[in-house]
């Protein structure tokens, strides 16, 4: 027999466990909806996590199933809202299948729902954009995340993929240096990054769709523009900017991996250094991240 | 000592072993290559790889390394020719890289050269693009083989992870059936595919850029046009189309993997079934090809 | 110019923003260390990550690089400190790091180091562990996050990717239906997860290898023991056994996300249904997470 | 409507298209298979692609489905067959496959199965192995191939993502120089890869278990005790000895990634370069390939 699992058999513990914290549920439901207006039909794509909290603590201690309603119906459910209620913003369908698991299990006192959208554009004929015809509109996807509570519900929208780069305007000087340290200062680099936002709405209803795809153009216009003293600096602006457009938004969180591209040397080949051939890399890779809120 | 080893001790062996094929090389070489006009910046990004065939037989069996240019200088040279000659269409690129090893390794005899482009765009500011800050265009990418010999120039060009999926005009019917088969005929299916297609050029000079955008506008039509029996049809088509379009092409292969799209079964949940809600699946996946060429 | 951008031209801004939490540093740090005693080679192979926190608003705000060290020298001092110091375990390694980043970085108040192990281990040769020749030992590896700020050090262990599948003993009933579930009760079926456990030392110092080793084993051992009930309950034993037999760890945190192995119908064939065939599945999967702690 | 598609209209084309070569199946069907003698069970995972070659252009140029037996209904055969012959060595299971393939499919002249096994080893419970838990054995994985066509068969076996380094014993000198070459000559060096072999057996019928072992063990001493000066040196001697050893195969074909290690330079902080840290990379790799056979 196992010695450590003989521990369990052991009828006096010298001392009890606690169970902490606790949740459970279904990820990666992969959904696909189609609503067909005649010739023009609309596809979206998302990918779902459900994930519950509350008084299940029986069900990993006792081993009592009572409460725990099967990641398998989860699944299920979020067809079956589907299919009832549409999809449309994915904040909005978020809301729907918390406050649906929070009412189907009476155990729950906090339900987490994120959702990623895969975007799809239509595939262009003759010009024209086609009715049931669609390329993928790239890695990017839009992001949701709401937890709801008996009490309340926290509205997190964000983007994550965003590969962007700009090859002007970017420099870094100044640093810190120490014993270790053999970066040059560069006053021009390409910066390169994945980006990953997102942000808290103040309330839990409002134009999801409008404020998403003006954020999103925000972001990309400010770093676009911004001349760059570092990442953290283009992040900051970044985030300072959105937050001043779009006063729905309480909080911003912005991880900013830097993925550098490498100039490659080629005064070894007797020629010049002219910043214009890199290697990108992929690691390591800097990593920055912050998150802004407005002053009281 | 090995039981295994020790064979080659053997001062008898009792049977000879000859090499049939070799070639080496370097791959994922990736870069970054930033033209700067002004204000005005191209932005293109590769990866590489270079694979070298001919008289190296006495490297693998004698540890002659005289006639093996290293890897590590396949890569600087990637660089090196970059610099020198620009990028220009990566069929070109490749013709360059090509012929340089060639010249540069006598024991060569083919030099295959396959370049990835990662497309990047520009990123949109108060609807313009904007000069130097660049959006990711997504996972799908140019591809270029190049096959130089001391004696010919062979130059296929290609896309891959063409994402795309069709919502209408897609059915599977009148298929054979055994004892195994539980699959429904289908009149109204999605059909979703990544893509891969490479094609062949009679000529190994022409004007890569426009030809190659022309047949990519030319499969996503034709994809989005077509009136589907199977995944076969749509690809013949596709291939058909590309042939009689573009008498540049000698041949053209085509992948298409079948992602396929499971309607969730309401009827389960005493609701109809309308063909609205599916689960996009990645395995298992059908998996379709064909290389079509042009009848003498 | 950008709609959006011009906002941080303007010079009296509504509404001031703040800078909530914010960290940098290095991710991906790839390290691979050989010590030499004779023929008897040791390899370790290690991937890092570094983040600093503290008094970095500056960097953001002001673009006052002053107090930033760059994640290039985090980069250059995890080779350096690898070299001073060796490896030994490597929640003694994140200590170092962790130290060193605090006294080179005035700024910093808080440093977390993560590091992932995968490990490696020795072919054999005649039946007899090779000096210097090395087989990797498998997707699963061993992981630290050592937190230290100028007040305290916080040791965390763990281990990720432990794939582990058991085949009998295992059931899952009696749960919660609603009119969405559609799971049948099963008292025989298997259970496969990709476990990720982390827990907490007490004290900063102790026998780490020997522990983790024990660890390791332990939950090992009460995963194939176990007679299960459903996911949570094993996790549950798990953590139960290993804060019972391990008096230094005050916590563990386990992920176990629910692999499932679909059991083929093959009543459709005219067979029978004898809990033989599955087809695994990577999604959607159950998603079931716990951490245990003392009760006091 | 599509400039392109259009050219499907057109009476009469210039030029006919003509099919070159197709195939089609499934790829990805994962299986696993329990065997339950008493207490001790056996699992075995696998994932198989089933290609069919043969008599197809109708399906492609006339959209007849009737000769195709759909990929859904290969799938489900899989599961049947693995039910009704076990699974046994994987390259039997793969002629089993192609055989009823080529019998059910009029059409199909060649039937192509490729067959990866995921491997699981015991779970250890004080010391012994368990009956029926299970801990998955790596990223390693044992592969078959089996063409089966209406006149022969053809069987390979193999492995992949052999993950091996070796700390001694491997040099790189000698090698050919040009203008852009910058590598040093190194007499130590790490030599780590990642491999892929395949070999073809003279017979269909052995036993495949008992030489794929024997093949596995000897590539792995060989790697270890060979005094390596290229990898191609060390992949030349590796398909030597399986050669010489296994009178049964009658070729190998073998793929080694050259995952270099790149030495850090520690000159740079004023300490020597011992030969001890290294950072591992995954891009650009080396790429070495060769296939072997017997002289006649």
Redesign the interface.
């Known amino acids: 027999?196992?010695?450590?699992?003989s521990?369990?058999m052991?009828t006096q513990?010298?001392?009890?466990?606690?169970?902490?914290?606790?949740?459970?549920?279904?990820?990666?439901?992969?959904?696909?909806?189609?609503?067909?207006n005649g010739?023009r039909?609309e596809?979206r794509?998302l990918t779902v996590?459900v994930?519950c909290e509350g008084e299940?603590e029986s069900?990993?201690?006792d081993?009592?199933?009572?409460?725990?309603?099967?990641?398998?119906?989860m699944?299920?459910?979020v067809?079956?809202l589907?299919?009832k209620h549409g999809i449309g913003a994915i904040e909005r369908f978020g809301r729907i299948l918390g406050e649906h698991f929070l009412t189907?299990?009476q155990a729950a006192s906090k339900v987490e729902v994120e959702i990623e959208e895969q975007p799809?554009s239509r595939?262009?004929?003759?010009g024209k954009p086609?009715?049931?015809?669609?390329?993928?509109?790239?890695?990017?996807h839009r992001t949701a995340r709401v937890v709801t509570t008996r009490a309340s519900c926290t509205v997190e929208a964000g983007l994550a993929n965003?590969?962007?780069?700009?090859?002007?305007?970017s420099s870094?000087?100044?640093?810190?240096?120490?014993?270790?340290?053999?970066?040059k200062n560069t006053s021009d680099r390409?910066m390169a990054t994945s980006m990953k936002a997102t942000w808290r709405y103040d309330a839990s209803e409002l134009a999801y769709d409008v404020v998403w795809a003006g954020v999103r153009?925000?972001i990309?216009?400010?770093?676009?523009?911004?001349v760059s003293?570092?990442?953290?600096?283009t992040?900051?602006?970044i985030?300072?900017?959105?937050?001043?457009?779009f006063p729905q938004i309480a909080?911003i969180h912005i991880v900013m991996?830097?993925k550098h591209?490498l100039p490659?040397d080629?005064q070894?080949?007797g020629?010049s250094n002219?910043?214009?051939?890199?290697?990108?890399?992929?690691?390591?890779?800097?990593?920055?991240?912050?998150?802004?809120?407005?002053?009281n």
């Not at 027999?1 to 699992?5: K, N």
């Not at 081993?63 to 119906?73: C, E, F, G």
């Not at 003293?229 to 600096?233: C, F, L």
């Open positions: 027999m196992s010695l450590y699992f521990a369990l052991d513990p010298t001392e009890a466990v606690e169970i902490l914290a606790n949740r459970y549920g279904k990820a990666r439901i992969r959904l696909m909806h189609v609503t067909r010739a039909h596809v794509e996590r994930l299940f069900s990993y201690s081993a009592d199933n009572s409460q725990v309603l099967p990641t398998d119906t699944k299920n459910t067809y079956v589907a299919k189907n299990s799809w595939i262009e004929v003759g086609h009715g049931s015809a669609f390329l993928s509109a790239g890695a990017e965003l590969l962007v780069l700009k090859s002007s305007a870094f000087e100044g640093f810190l240096q120490d014993e270790y340290t053999t970066l390409i153009r925000s990309l216009e400010t770093f676009a523009e911004h003293k570092s990442v953290q600096h992040l900051y602006d985030g300072k900017v959105t937050l001043e457009t909080e991996p830097n591209c490659v080629f070894r080949f020629m002219d910043n214009d051939i890199f290697v990108p890399t992929d690691e390591p890779h800097g990593y920055i991240e912050a998150r802004l809120g407005r002053t």
